[in-house]
C-alpha cells in the first residue's frame, strides 16, 4: 500500500476523533462553562452542544444539584462569656455557572469560613438560654446573611441547620440536674393530681351512695305512709258499709236496745271501774220491757222451730 494513502487514512482518522471530541452532551442538572482561548465565552444547558477544535475548552463543569455541606464543631462565645461547640450543615444550590467558576476559588471552604464568622456574630450578641432556646431564630438569621453573601459566588444558601449545640462540661451536668429536677417535680405533681382525682372520686361516691340511701328510706317511709292510708279507708269504709247496713235493715227499738245491753254487758265484764250509761236509756224500765218482748219472741221462735 503507497505511503500517501496510509496518511491521508490516518488524517481522516484523526478527523473523526476531533470532530467526535467536539460534540459535547451536557447532562440535565449540569452547567458547562465555555472558554474560548482562555477567555469565558458562554454557558452550554443540558442538551448538545459543538465546541470549536482547539480554541474552544470546557473551562467548569458544574453541578446544580442541591448540595449539603456538613461543617465540623466552631467554637463561639455568647454575650455572657460562655464557650459553646456548634456544627452546622449548609444546604445550598448554584445559580450561575459562571459567577460560580470565577467568584470564589474554592466554594464550599468560602461557604465555611463564611458561615463561622456569621456564627460568632449572631451568638455573641445572644445569652445562654437564648442561644439553647432560640435555634429556628439563629436559623433564620445565619441563613438570611449567608444567602446575601453567597449572592456574587453564584450561589444560593437555601437553609441552614445547628446539628449540635454542646455547652460547657459543668453547664450541661447543671442542666442534667435541673432536668431530672423538673421530671422528678412533673412526676410528682402528677401523682398529687392522680391522689386528689382519687379523693374526688371517692367523695362523689360516698355521695351517691347517701343521696341512694336517702331515697331508699323516703320511698320505704312513702309506702308506708300510703299503705297505713290505704288500711284508714279500708277501716272507714267498712264503718260506712255497717253503718249502710244497719240503715237499709231499719232495726226496731227493741234490737237497738238488746244490742246496748250487750254492748254494755261486755264493758262490765271487763276490769273498768265505771261504766257511763248513755244519756238516751233514762227509762230503765222500759229497757227492761223491751228486752223481755225481744226474748218472748226469741222464745216463740224457738218452739216453733221445734
Known sequence: MPWGVILIAILLIVALLVIVRCIVIVPQSNSYVIESLGVYKETWDAGLHIKVPFIERIARRVSLKEEVADFPPQPVITRDNVTMMIDTVVFFQVFDAKAYAYGVTRPIA???NLSATTLRDIIGSMSLDET??????INTK?????????????????????KNIEPPQEIRTAMEKQM??????????????????AAITRAEGEKE????????VKEQKIREAEGQAQALLLVQKAKADSIRLINEAAPSQNMLALRSMEAMERVADGKATKIIVPSNMQDMAATVSAIKAVAGDTSGAAAAGK
Do not use: C, F, M
Not at 456574587?152 to 441547620?161: D, Q
Not at 431530672?180 to 401523682?191: F, M, Q, V
Not at 351512695?209 to 331508699?216: P, T
Open 209 to 216: 351512695s347517701a343521696i341512694l340511701r336517702a331515697e331508699a
Open 142 to 162: 445565619i441563613t438570611a446573611t449567608l444567602d446575601e453573601a453567597t449572592d456574587r459566588w453564584g450561589i444560593k444558601v437555601n437553609r441552614i441547620e445547628l
Open 180 to 197: 431530672k429536677a423538673d421530671r422528678e417535680k412533673r412526676a410528682s405533681i402528677l401523682l398529687a393530681e392522680g391522689e386528689k382525682q
Open 110 to 112: 468560602a461557604i465555611e
Open 132 to 137: 439553647l432556646t432560640s435555634r429556628d431564630l
